[in-house]
């Protein structure tokens, strides 16, 4: 499957725990988007990769989220400190230099208790 | 005002119907316009691009009306498989190309 990937599916963890998912976007791929989406919701743009570089950040990624790309492959996003209310199912998207198409991976879901 | 609105759902319709779904936006540099459909807990997958002439695929049209920033999205012969939510989808230009979604709308075929 050659198609963006993230890991984990599911992640349940208690309130005040770190989490970290990991996004490997489809091959060659320079552009990568971190989402967040909760029900009833359309997906809500967190962050942006342009290869390594982090080019824009939402004012939701508050100072307990922080998200890498170090090699322009792969990406993680890290929250730290969990709380309830950053349940919600995190979306990685790649999208090719030249291509208009965005391309989701499956969403890492995230269950804080 | 959000970047990117669209009809409140659900649409409850019955098999073979006819449905169409609407979204503004209000960037008017905005370049790039897509619908995505996203079935329950599943990601969003690509539906069509948008062109400005207009475009079709099989039993779906999109329309776009950049003076009106207004894009819409028929479905005719409405199937049950259709049901799912759709989202309006609009990309900035420059080169970052900003990637905003819509909220969504639940389309809902009845037998």
């Known amino acids: 499957d050659t198609g963006v990937s993230q890991d984990p599916r599911h992640k349940i963890t208690k309130r005040g725990q770190n989490v970290t998912f990991r996004c490997d976007p489809i091959?060659?791929?320079?552009?990568l988007y971190w989402y967040r989406q909760t029900l009833g919701q359309g997906p809500e743009f967190l962050t942006y990769?342009?290869?390594?570089?982090?080019?824009?950040k939402s004012r939701l990624l508050s100072d307990r989220f922080s998200a890498e790309r170090p090699k322009g492959s792969f990406s993680t996003l890290e929250i730290q400190r969990t709380e309830q209310g950053d349940s919600a199912m995190y979306l990685c998207?790649?999208?090719?230099?030249?291509?208009?198409?965005?391309?989701f991976g499956e969403g890492s879901w995230l269950t804080v208790v | 005002r959000k970047e990117v609105e669209q009809d409140p759902g659900p649409f409850n319709v019955p098999e073979g119907a006819t449905v169409a779904f609407n979204c503004t936006y209000s960037?008017?540099?905005?370049?790039?316009f897509f619908w995505y459909r996203q079935d329950c807990r599943k990601e969003p997958k690509l539906l069509m691009s948008?062109?400005?002439s207009g475009n079709e695929d099989g039993r779906f049209t999109a329309q776009l009306n950049r003076a009106s920033q207004y894009i819409s999205l028929l479905i005719r012969d409405s199937k049950l498989s259709d049901s799912a939510t759709y989202l309006c989808?609009?990309?900035?230009?420059?080169?970052?190309?900003?990637?905003?979604f819509g909220t969504g709308t639940k389309l809902q075929v009845i037998p």
């Open positions: 948008v062109y400005s």
């Open positions: 998207a790649s999208r090719p230099e030249s291509g208009n198409t965005i391309y």
């Open positions: 989808v609009v990309a900035d230009s420059g080169g970052y190309q900003k990637v905003t």
């Open positions: 091959s060659e791929h320079n552009r």
């Open positions: 960037n008017s540099a905005s370049q790039s």
């Open positions: 990769f342009q290869n390594e570089a982090q080019l824009e």
